[in-house]
């Protein structure tokens, strides 16, 4: 390792550095100094001067929710992409108006005669986006189906997505990368985020690039053009370039070199259409638990009096249920994980295609339609009903990825401190990274004095360093802090240190 440092990393140890001095004199004074020259404003002033932008480049809102008092506006009201922290909102309208405890349902429907273990007609899916609609719950949907029976199915496979509407998205618009799982579209019956796994290591002979896929996709084909060269297993992918192909997105095509340094590499891409990915897996599947399908894969759409008549059944009371009819036609429900701990896993992760699902649930289940529009004006109405006011917001992507949208510090602030004063609160904390813990802080903060005692979100796109969320001070007061900075290349580590020293300005006092 070089004894000297970079000029980057340089020029981030003078700016923490820096900051950090001023945070240790304010808490040896331990002043109450009010906004603009608090210690946090300080800090974000100073380390904006480093950084080399101008004042206007950065909002902070910081609220005292132990002591029901504004502590800090600094250019609150300016709108600037949200990236991620964009997230915060579907989660948190989802837990206001769907509560804790909603659930997805996928279902399995035939539409002949079942009898001695074979359907003698199609089986049609209907699903209304389980956001984590994973291989392990696919493999409970299918031996459910298996539990119950069925053995043989006659007809074809049906697939009803109706429920969502597809996102009108253009899958590469964003960095050109559409087959990155962050780049999915949302669907009403969305397998495993259509994830599929190339495992690439040395053949045994050395002299070539052998490789495993995980799920089994018999639809997916994998031209490997992979050279084994010398070296240690280091570099941006280990050197292999990996595109997926073709209109069905069917063909993986691995090029470049692989060194033979590395034992075992994994890359991990969305891949097929989501109804083709079904009906490899529901093939795959079902076939191993010693069912026989032999027919297609095409659209379908569930009978609306059927789904009314399921709707009304499932809105029984358990025990009513018992004494009534099953719908007819209707083979299995199966029921996604609660609102919490989707809220959880979408949250500590920063699952993009959930928080999608999610949004369009809301609008479906507001509004009578699963579209974003819809989604988003649920969204509003959500948050109008609790006092927080998004109409000058700029909303278009569920997940961030889009440059042009726009909140401010005080409205993101406003939707923290609305969902702290919540029944919500705990489910909403929960589903935030704990800094230096776990989700995408696990190695943030680790070594910060806040680390444990910090629930924030982070957002990161070119030109953005963003935070929000809930700071346990040292004095043992709660805030709720909103950091927003935008300029040339804050997403590589200058931002995120400036973060790290406004907390640590916060922390103190």
């Given at each position: 390792?070089?004894?000297?440092?970079?000029?980057?990393?340089?020029?981030?140890?003078?700016?923490?550095?820096?900051?950090?001095?001023?945070?240790?004199?304010?808490?040896?004074?331990?002043?109450?100094?009010?906004?603009?020259?608090?210690?946090?404003?300080?800090?974000?002033?100073?380390?904006?001067?480093?950084?080399?932008?101008?004042?206007?480049?950065?909002?902070?809102?910081?609220?005292?929710?132990?002591?029901?008092?504004?502590?800090?506006?600094?250019?609150?009201?300016?709108?600037?992409?949200?990236?991620?922290?964009?997230?915060?909102?579907?989660?948190?309208?989802?837990?206001?108006?769907?509560?804790?405890?909603?659930?997805?349902?996928?279902?399995?429907?035939?539409?002949?005669?079942?009898?001695?273990?074979?359907?003698?007609?199609?089986?049609?899916?209907?699903?209304?986006?389980?956001?984590?609609?994973?291989?392990?719950?696919?493999?409970?949907?299918?031996?459910?189906?298996?539990?119950?029976?069925?053995?043989?199915?006659?007809?074809?496979?049906?697939?009803?997505?109706?429920?969502?509407?597809?996102?009108?998205?253009?899958?590469?618009?964003?960095?050109?990368?559409?087959?990155?799982?962050?780049?999915?579209?949302?669907?009403?019956?969305?397998?495993?985020?259509?994830?599929?796994?190339?495992?690439?290591?040395?053949?045994?002979?050395?002299?070539?690039?052998?490789?495993?896929?995980?799920?089994?996709?018999?639809?997916?084909?994998?031209?490997?053009?992979?050279?084994?060269?010398?070296?240690?297993?280091?570099?941006?992918?280990?050197?292999?370039?990996?595109?997926?192909?073709?209109?069905?997105?069917?063909?993986?095509?691995?090029?470049?070199?692989?060194?033979?340094?590395?034992?075992?590499?994994?890359?991990?891409?969305?891949?097929?259409?989501?109804?083709?990915?079904?009906?490899?897996?529901?093939?795959?599947l079902f076939e191993s638990l010693g069912g026989r399908w032999a027919g297609q894969v095409r659209p379908g759409r569930l009978?609306?009096?059927?789904?009314?008549?399921?709707?009304?059944?499932?809105?029984?009371?358990?025990?009513?249920?018992?004494?009534?009819?099953?719908?007819?036609?209707?083979?299995?429900?199966?029921?996604?994980?609660?609102?919490?701990?989707?809220?959880?896993?979408?949250?500590k992760n920063s699952n993009n295609v959930m928080t999608t699902q999610l949004l369009l649930t809301l609008g479906r289940e507001?509004?009578?339609?699963?579209?974003?529009?819809?989604?988003?004006?649920?969204?509003?109405?959500?948050f109008a009903e609790a006092g927080v006011a998004l109409s000058s917001a700029r909303l278009s992507h569920p997940a961030g990825?889009?440059?042009?949208?726009?909140?401010?510090?005080?409205?993101?602030?406003?939707?923290?401190?609305?969902?702290?004063?919540?029944?919500?609160?705990?489910?909403?904390?929960?589903?935030?990274?704990?800094?230096?813990?776990?989700?995408?802080?696990?190695?943030?903060?680790?070594?910060?004095?806040?680390?444990?005692?910090?629930?924030?979100?982070?957002?990161?796109?070119?030109?953005?360093?963003?935070?929000?969320?809930?700071?346990?001070?040292?004095?043992?007061?709660?805030?709720?802090?909103?950091?927003?900075?935008?300029?040339?290349?804050?997403?590589?580590?200058?931002?995120?240190?400036?973060?790290?020293?406004?907390?640590?300005?916060?922390?103190?006092?």
């Amino acid at each position: 390792m070089s004894p000297f440092l970079s000029a980057a990393a340089l020029r981030r140890a003078l700016l923490t550095l820096s900051l950090c001095l001023s945070c240790v004199a304010y808490g040896a004074r331990g002043e109450a100094l009010q906004a603009p020259q608090t210690p946090a404003v300080k800090a974000l002033e100073r380390g904006l001067r480093s950084l080399d932008l101008p004042p206007g480049s950065a909002s902070l809102w910081v609220f005292d929710l132990t002591g029901d008092a504004l502590r800090t506006a600094y250019e609150a009201d300016v709108l600037r992409p949200p990236a991620s922290l964009v997230k915060l909102l579907p989660v948190g309208a989802g837990l206001l108006s769907l509560g804790p405890d909603f659930r997805w349902r996928t279902e399995a429907w035939g539409d002949g005669d079942f009898t001695a273990g074979a359907l003698e007609g199609n089986l049609l899916l209907w699903g209304e986006g389980d956001p984590f609609f994973n291989d392990e719950a696919l493999y409970r949907f299918v031996s459910s189906l298996r539990a119950q029976g069925l053995e043989t199915v006659q007809g074809d496979l049906l697939i009803d997505g109706s429920a969502l509407a597809p996102t009108v998205r253009d899958r590469d618009a964003f960095d050109g990368q559409g087959d990155r799982l962050y780049n999915l579209s949302a669907h009403a019956l969305l397998p495993n985020f259509t994830a599929a796994t190339v495992q690439l290591y040395p053949d045994p002979a050395g002299t070539g690039v052998g490789l495993s896929l995980s799920p089994t996709l018999p639809a997916l084909r994998v031209d490997n053009r992979l050279k084994l060269i010398d070296g240690p297993c280091v570099g941006y992918q280990r050197g292999v370039a990996i595109n997926v192909l073709g209109a069905e997105r069917d063909l993986v095509r691995l090029e470049g070199t692989f060194p033979k340094g590395c034992a075992r590499y994994g890359l991990t891409r969305s891949v097929l259409t989501p109804e083709t990915y079904l009906a490899d897996r529901f093939r795959h599947l079902f076939e191993s638990l010693g069912g026989r399908w032999a027919g297609q894969v095409r659209p379908g759409r569930l009978d609306l009096a059927q789904r009314q008549a399921a709707d009304v059944f499932d809105a029984l009371p358990r025990k009513a249920q018992a004494s009534t009819p099953a719908p007819p036609g209707r083979l299995l429900r199966q029921s996604s994980p609660p609102l919490d701990e989707v809220a959880w896993r979408l949250g500590k992760n920063s699952n993009n295609v959930m928080t999608t699902q999610l949004l369009l649930t809301l609008g479906r289940e507001r509004g009578g339609e699963g579209s974003e529009a819809a989604g988003w004006q649920a969204l509003r109405g959500v948050f109008a009903e609790a006092g927080v006011a998004l109409s000058s917001a700029r909303l278009s992507h569920p997940a961030g990825l889009a440059r042009d949208d726009g909140l401010s510090a005080a409205q993101l602030g406003a939707v923290l401190k609305t969902l702290w004063h919540s029944p919500r609160m705990p489910e909403f904390l929960h589903a935030l990274p704990i800094a230096g813990v776990d989700g995408t802080l696990a190695r943030r903060f680790e070594s910060a004095p806040f680390a444990g005692a910090a629930h924030l979100k982070t957002g990161t796109l070119a030109g953005v360093s963003n935070l929000a969320g809930y700071l346990l001070t040292r004095s043992g007061r709660r805030l709720a802090v909103v950091l927003l900075v935008q300029g040339e290349d804050v997403e590589h580590g200058l931002g995120p240190s400036l973060q790290e020293v406004v907390l640590n300005a916060l922390w103190a006092d």
